[in-house]
């Protein structure tokens, strides 16, 4: 492992293997540990444990294709990727997925974007290598 992200987030999921495939591709975090219960990705800068939910709160939550989103929550993961075009793809790739390119802005330095998983959470995405400058 060796790794020590300095940062992370936890996710309650339905389906908590699906998710953590869309995080994992989208942000390009490494499966570091796994079992029926949770699920925990990396990279070197954040954490992400996706946890299976409680079978009596599951129960009481439907999946929906495209998923019904989740905006009315006081909390917004912040991933920074290296392409928000690449981190688009592969959001299309598991039924999630990031706004278009025109809805694109610049927050500080980077280029930023919305996006919201197969299961409805609403996430922003931050492109560390493309400046603002000219947006």
Excluded at 23 to 28: E, I, P, Q
Excluded at 55 to 64: C, D, K, M, R, Y
Aim: proline share 9%.
């Amino acid at each position: 492992m060796g790794r020590h992200p300095q940062s992370g987030f936890v996710i309650y999921a339905k389906d908590h293997r699906r998710l953590s495939v869309f995080y994992a591709l989208v942000a390009g975090l490494d499966t570091v540990d796994a079992n029926d219960d949770f699920v925990v990705l990396e990279s070197d800068a954040v954490q992400v444990v996706i946890v299976r939910m409680p079978a009596e709160i599951a129960e009481s939550v439907t999946l929906t294709d495209p998923p019904a989103i989740r905006e009315d929550t006081p909390i917004k993961p912040v991933l920074f990727v290296p392409s928000l075009a690449a981190a688009r793809a592969a959001a299309a790739k598991t039924s999630g997925r990031v706004k278009p390119p025109e809805a694109e802005w610049a927050f500080g330095p980077a280029m930023g974007v919305d996006g919201y998983d197969p299961e409805g959470n609403v996430f922003r995405l931050q492109e560390t290598g493309r400046p603002a400058e000219g947006r």
